[in-house]
């Protein structure tokens, strides 16, 4: 019987203990590390970019807030956001889980730069590859991950319906730096001038000439009807004295324009002259006169397009 008394208190101390020692110990869950990637979706004209959530320890929680964006802020986990405006922007990501919270800050991350056009024909501008055509008195914009400096190239030319050039081809290339400036009006000096020309007399015009008679003379086999349609031309080198001409079609004899009598040059960045012809021939024969020459080009109709000033007047000059 004394047995009995001595093994049930020891029981009763060991019963406790086990149980006890079954028990799951609690959770630790850590506290976030916030992290996240961006891609830019590609379009001619928004800028666009896709945020993804890279951060460790399962966060439940985000909260973003984008620097020029739209939205300007998000609680999704992943996020779309666009850009509208060119410039810097910075990009913030805060995380939390039960664990804690983390915030991560990209300083001018997102880098939006825009380039206008105040000049008279459709110009292209290639940025990292991707190319965008911009009209005048118009602008695009390209977007940049991480990285202030801009290295990109622009062309413009005038040409005809069927896409030959006119004149001389124009083109920038070149770096920009976003810290400095984010918008850029691409423009041209005085060096070059831009040519419309309208005609009424009784002859059409063909081929225009310019810098007539120098070593930089521009010959173009383009037809100007004589219809009182003011058409474009193209971009032209500029001298002094510098004369224009333009032959009757199928005839040895035209019209000259000579600076500084019938041409006036402004000497101006972005300059243009209209250039008009009224004159009516007497006499003129039935028949043409023979001249050897291909079937000339059509050019297309002048677009008025403004001022011809800087589309946005805060931005840097570019000067080709």
């Known amino acids: 019987m004394k047995k009995k008394y001595f093994v049930v208190p020891i029981l009763a101390v060991l019963i406790p203990f086990i149980f006890n020692s079954c028990e799951k110990p609690e959770e630790i869950i850590d506290p976030p590390q ?63 889980n039960e664990g804690g ?13 825009q380039f206008n056009n105040p000049l008279f024909t459709d110009m292209d501008v290639t940025v990292n590859e991707v190319t965008k055509t911009m009209a005048p008195d118009s602008y695009v914009q390209f977007a940049q991950i991480d990285n202030t400096s801009v290295s990109y190239y622009a062309e413009t030319f005038g040409e005809t319906s069927s896409g030959t050039v006119v004149g001389e081809e124009v083109f920038w290339d070149s770096n920009v730096s976003l810290l400095d400036y984010s918008s850029y009006n691409l423009i041209l000096n005085s060096d070059f001038i831009f040519f419309n020309i309208t005609n009424n007399s009784d002859y059409n015009l063909n081929p225009f000439i310019v810098n007539y008679g120098t070593t930089d003379e521009t010959e173009d086999d383009i037809l100007i009807l004589n219809n009182g349609v003011k058409y474009s031309t193209g971009y032209y080198n500029a001298y002094s004295e510098m004369e224009v001409f333009a032959f009757y079609e199928y005839s040895t004899t035209g019209v000259s324009w000579l600076h500084p009598y019938n041409l006036t040059i402004p000497w101006e960045n972005n300059q ?6 009224n004159k009516s021939i007497q006499g003129k024969t039935s028949e043409p006169i023979d001249r050897e020459k291909t079937e000339p080009a059509m050019l297309y109709p002048a677009i008025e397009t403004g001022s011809k ?12």
């Open 101 to 113: 919270d983390d915030e991560i800050v990209l300083y001018d991350y997102i880098n939006v730069v």
């Open 272 to 277: 243009y002259v209209d250039l008009n012809y």
């Open 309 to 320: 000033m800087a589309v946005n007047p805060d931005a840097k000059d570019m000067v080709q």
């Open 34 to 96: 916030a992290d996240f990637s961006v891609t830019q979706l590609y379009s001619t004209s928004d800028i666009t970019f896709s945020f993804t959530d890279w951060s460790s320890d399962s966060p439940d929680e985000w909260l973003w807030t984008f620097e020029g964006g739209y939205p300007s802020t998000s609680t999704e986990e992943n996020p779309t956001v666009t850009y509208s405006e060119s410039g810097t922007y910075d990009v913030t990501l805060y995380v939390s």
